[in-house]
């Protein structure tokens, strides 16, 4: 089995185990990690994390703490690029915001210039603002990427609209089902992300439904060869 090298984009602490886990459990992926956001102590639970996966991670160490979400859904119904960039402007401020872009391009710029073969997995997007940012900042600077479906973000109600709308740009690539590490991926987000643990109280409904983990592919976008 061909080994495929992801270097796997989280905005926040704890994305790619809630999201994409099985990008972490399965063999024939070689993954690294790269935390966008920058709060200290989620850090430390990503850190713990990863070196008991033996997954190689890194942050961009930029000084900013990522609240964006619960402000946005009091003013917009969707999240759309242009909602997005105008509450995050107010939000972070564009100096900050500028320099959130800037770093992270030329950090993965730089990363994919030293570890050749590597694609790219950013969020689709859907339901977050923040996460839309991540992947728009990349879009602009990439040619090719993958894309995950967040949870619980992209299943709520609200998000549908905009699930529906993402999915004639998008193509599905994978599901995988999650039923043989269910289990394990919550042991896991208990245990390291216990600064999370209010959302996994609250979301039990959508943890409980073992939805499947889906990774997209963008239609226009150049295949990589």
């Known amino acids: 089995m061909k080994t495929e090298k992801l270097l796997l984009i989280q905005p926040h602490s704890d994305d790619i185990l809630f999201c994409c886990s ?17 709060d200290p102590k989620r850090i430390a639970e990503d850190e713990k994390l990863f070196d008991f996966l033996n997954i190689p991670f890194h942050h961009l160490g ?3 703490h990522d609240e964006s979400y619960y402000e946005f859904h009091k003013n917009y119904k969707e999240v759309t690029v242009e909602a997005t960039y105008k509450h995050l402007n107010e939000y972070f401020g564009r100096e900050t915001l500028n320099e959130i872009e800037e770093t992270l391009v030329n950090w ?7 570890n050749k073969g590597y694609t790219v997995v950013a969020p689709w997007g859907v339901g977050h603002p923040f996460h ?3 992947r728009e900042t990349l879009q602009g600077a990439l040619s ?5 479906r967040e949870f619980p973000h992209s299943y709520k109600r609200r998000s549908q609209p905009q699930v529906e709308k993402q999915k004639q740009e998008y193509t599905l690539k994978r599901s995988v089902p ?24 609250y979301e039990q409904g959508y943890i409980k439904k073992e939805l499947p983990e889906e990774i997209y592919v963008r239609d226009i976008d150049e295949l990589p060869f």
């Open 144 to 148: 090719y990427m993958e894309y995950y």
């Open 108 to 114: 993965v710029r730089k990363f994919l210039k030293k």
């Open 132 to 134: 839309l940012f991540v």
């Open 22 to 38: 099985h990008l972490l459990f399965l063999p024939q992926y070689e993954v690294q990690v790269l935390t966008v956001e920058n």
């Open 62 to 64: 930029l000084d900013f």
């Open 178 to 201: 999650v039923q043989e590490f269910h289990e394990v991926k919550w042991k896991l987000a208990s245990k390291f992300y216990r600064s999370q643990s209010g959302l996994q109280f």
